[in-house]
């Protein structure tokens, strides 16, 4: 046999107080019992005093002389001033208890408040209005819950241009080569042209460009889900320079661009994965190489710091602003959008390799000045050395 869970449609949905009642009946009623409560203590004690007062003032009710007739003045002075004291003590507890209303209803307002105005402002994220922002009062713990709420919105506002840009720049890469080729597909289709050597390079450099640009993308997808794999040993960072730098020669002299190394001496052997860090440099020069203008420089550097060893790539390109600086590392970003999308650039190589310097336990920044070229810098561990 089922048992009733509660939920049926002929329920009555459970009636719920808000929190704004919840504390005006919790601080209003802890009021009245203290009130209460004191007033009684202080009366009983008020009156016992007043007694023991009257009593050695001699003010008590003595029994007339035989010869005197009973005069009851004494007996009604006390039993006034008694009427007068109780008659305080109620207005005085009238008082407390409309002080007590409006100290309930306030406290109770200065506690809520702030909540319902996140409260709204989170419906109004969660129905895709992104960048709201809050200013809450109500006690330090409550502005730094603003404060975290906003910053958050921030966060979220800007994940959402990032997500529109790119969704943009994905079909924007896509459509290009993808154009190209339907274009001479369909002339080769209709006889238009002939199938010649130059058709089949074009060809051939639409598809290396789309294949490079769903490479980009799985990577950078392992790289946002933790899911690469390091195959971690020792690297000899000089190495690893001089080998990047001979397979970018071709495009070095076609440029015309020098490529020096400022290397330390005994560098020790960093522990990272020789592929990805191959991937990294490869994705930091070419990345240079894209703005160093004909007859400009790059150097390879490295040396000793920050606990391991800091490599650097810089170039005699045009530099960056100091506003941009924060932002090149975000995917699909550029500074010169029209330049690198001429030369077939994605703009996802330096988010992977943030992404897969990060992975090896290292960070990664850039310095730039305008007209003075860019630097980027990245760090790796240093392979821990076997004690003897």
């Not at 009427?83 to 305080?88: F, Y």
């Not at 709420?149 to 921030?154: D, M, Q, V």
């Not at 001479?184 to 042209?193: K, P, S, T």
Request: glycine share 10%; proline share 4%; hydrophobic share 40%.
């Amino acid at each position: 046999m089922k048992r009733s869970t509660g939920s049926g449609t002929g329920s009555k949905p459970k009636r719920r107080f808000s929190l704004r009642i919840k504390l005006f009946l919790a601080i209003l009623g802890v009021t009245l019992t203290c009130i209460l409560c004191f007033a009684l203590l202080s009366n009983f004690m008020v009156r016992r005093q007043f007694e023991h007062a009257f009593e050695g003032n001699e003010l008590e009710i003595k029994p007339p002389p035989p010869d005197l007739p009973y005069s009851p003045d004494a007996g009604k002075a006390r039993d006034k001033r008694l009427e007068l004291i109780d008659l305080t003590y109620i207005f005085t507890g009238l008082l407390g208890v409309f002080l007590a209303f409006v100290l309930s209803y306030y406290l109770s307002n200065r506690i809520s408040k702030p909540l319902s105005e996140l409260t709204l402002a989170s419906r109004c994220i969660a129905d895709g209005e992104y960048g709201k922002q809050v200013d809450v009062r109500g006690g330090k713990e409550v502005e730094e819950l603003g404060e975290a709420f906003n910053a958050l919105s921030e966060s979220l506002e800007r994940n959402e241009i990032l997500r529109k840009n790119m969704v943009m720049d994905i079909s924007h890469e896509l459509r290009n080569p993808l154009a190209a080729q339907r274009g001479h597909l369909e002339a080769l289709e209709d006889g238009v042209i002939d199938l010649d050597m130059e058709v089949i390079d074009v060809l051939m450099k639409n598809n290396v460009l789309l294949s490079r640009l769903v490479e980009d993308l799985r990577q950078l997808s392992l790289v946002d889900a933790g899911q690469i794999e390091l195959d971690l040993r020792p690297v000899d960072v000089g190495e690893a320079l001089r080998v990047t730098a001979s397979s970018f020669e071709r495009e070095l002299n076609e440029k015309g661009i020098s490529i020096g190394m400022d290397l330390a001496s005994g560098l020790p052997a960093v522990k990272a994965d020789r592929g990805r860090i191959s991937q990294v440099l490869s994705n930091l020069l070419a990345n240079a190489l894209l703005y160093t203008p004909k007859g400009g420089s790059i150097i390879l550097g490295a040396k000793e710091g920050e606990g391991g060893v800091i490599i650097s790539v810089s170039d005699t390109g045009p530099g960056i602003e100091k506003e941009e600086l924060t932002y090149i590392f975000e995917r699909f970003y550029r500074t010169d959008r029209s330049r690198t999308r001429d030369t077939g650039g994605t703009g996802l190589g330096l988010s992977i390799a943030k992404g897969l310097v990060e992975a090896h336990g290292g960070r990664t920044w850039a310095e730039s000045e305008v007209g003075q070229g860019t630097t980027v810098f990245f760090t790796l561990p240093l392979f821990p050395q076997e004690s003897d």
